[in-house]
């Protein structure tokens, strides 16, 4: 009878813990938290891998004894496989991600790529109806041609986000942008203005009718001024926090 070699049985407990970390994350769909959806043909690739050689792993656990004592180096792999299970995953906050850079004028310290899209009329009947799968597109036409769309009324739904240099009427119907992964995520949204937001918490979703207008924005870090695209908000309503708060371009 072969016996149980206790280092090749770690290694194989290992690779099954990993190999069901990430079906936990892609049947629950947490995966999204860290990823863009286009990446997802990686981690599906990766799930397969993990389950080939936990399979050729586990032919090795009874070839036999062995002589040599635990490694220590099992402990590298164990911690964050027990951190992950432990830790439940949740979006990156907004304060986190202001952080890295704000897209709030022309002098942002981010920038916004469109991948792939064709430029359209946005403007429907009047109204300007932002969503999250147009999210990005939108706000990457209104910046680029702001008296096109100066008088229209806009649709937007978001969270309150606010600089340090803002006015007390002053906020941007924010959302955060992942182009690749959590860590290149930053707030991007339109700068917006209006006495029913004063009373407004930071972070609060939600849905905002307005005018746009064009303004001119004083950025506090570059010190240069620049026009940006505004909403004069007529009327805002609070929602609840969407199950995915993250827009893609």
Same mark, same amino acid.
């Given at each position: 009878?072969?016996?149980?070699?206790?280092?090749?049985?770690?290694?194989?407990?290992?690779?099954?813990?990993?190999?069901?970390?990430?079906?936990?994350?892609?049947?629950?769909?947490?995966?999204?938290?860290?990823?863009?959806?286009?990446?997802?043909?990686?981690?599906?690739?990766?799930?397969?891998?993990?389950?080939?050689?936990?399979?050729?792993?586990?032919?090795?656990?009874?070839?036999?004894?062995?002589?040599?004592?635990?490694?220590?180096?099992?402990?590298?792999?164990?911690?964050?496989?027990?951190?992950?299970?432990?830790?439940?995953?949740?979006?990156?906050?907004?304060?986190?991600?202001?952080?890295?850079?704000?897209? &709030? %004028? #022309?002098?942002?310290?981010?920038?916004?790529? *469109?991948?792939?899209? !064709?430029? @359209?009329? +946005?403007? /429907?009947?009047?109204?300007?109806?932002?969503?999250?799968?147009?999210?990005?597109?939108?706000?990457?036409?209104?910046?680029?041609?702001?008296?096109?769309?100066?008088?229209?009324?806009?649709?937007?739904?978001?969270?309150?986000?606010?600089?340090?240099?803002?006015?007390?009427?002053?906020?941007?119907?924010?959302?955060?942008?992942?182009?690749?992964?959590?860590?290149?995520?930053?707030?991007?949204?339109?700068?917006?203005?209006?006495?029913?937001?004063?009373?407004?918490?930071?972070?609060?979703?939600?849905?905002?009718?307005?005018?746009?207008?064009?303004?001119?924005?004083?950025?506090? &870090? %570059? #010190?240069?001024?620049?026009?940006?695209?505004? *909403?004069?908000?007529? !009327?805002? @309503?609070? +929602?609840? /926090?969407?199950?995915?708060?993250?827009?893609?371009?």
């Amino acid at each position: 009878m072969k016996r149980f070699n206790v280092n090749e049985g770690i290694w194989f407990a290992i690779l099954l813990g990993f190999t069901y970390y990430l079906y936990h994350l892609i049947s629950t769909d947490k995966i999204l938290v860290f990823i863009h959806p286009k990446m997802l043909k990686y981690i599906y690739f990766s799930f397969i891998v993990f389950m080939v050689l936990s399979g050729v792993q586990l032919k090795r656990v009874f070839r036999g004894a062995s002589r040599e004592s635990i490694k220590i180096g099992y402990i590298i792999f164990l911690v964050p496989l027990i951190l992950g299970f432990a830790v439940d995953p949740t979006e990156l906050s907004a304060s986190v991600a202001a952080k890295k850079g704000v897209t &709030v %004028s #022309g002098n942002n310290k981010g920038s916004i790529t *469109i991948e792939g899209t !064709e430029r @359209e009329d +946005i403007l /429907k009947d009047g109204v300007i109806t932002v969503s999250d799968e147009n999210f990005s597109y939108i706000l990457e036409e209104l910046y680029k041609d702001m008296e096109r769309y100066k008088g229209s009324k806009v649709i937007i739904t978001g969270f309150i986000f606010r600089e340090p240099d803002f006015k007390e009427d002053e906020f941007v119907i924010a959302r955060l942008l992942m182009n690749c992964c959590a860590a290149d995520s930053q707030v991007v949204g339109l700068f917006s203005r209006g006495e029913v937001g004063k009373n407004m918490d930071e972070n609060q979703w939600v849905r905002v009718t307005g005018t746009l207008d064009v303004t001119v924005y004083h950025d506090p &870090v %570059s #010190g240069m001024d620049s026009e940006m695209p505004i *909403i004069h908000v007529e !009327e805002m @309503e609070e +929602i609840e /926090k969407p199950v995915n708060q993250y827009v893609y371009p």
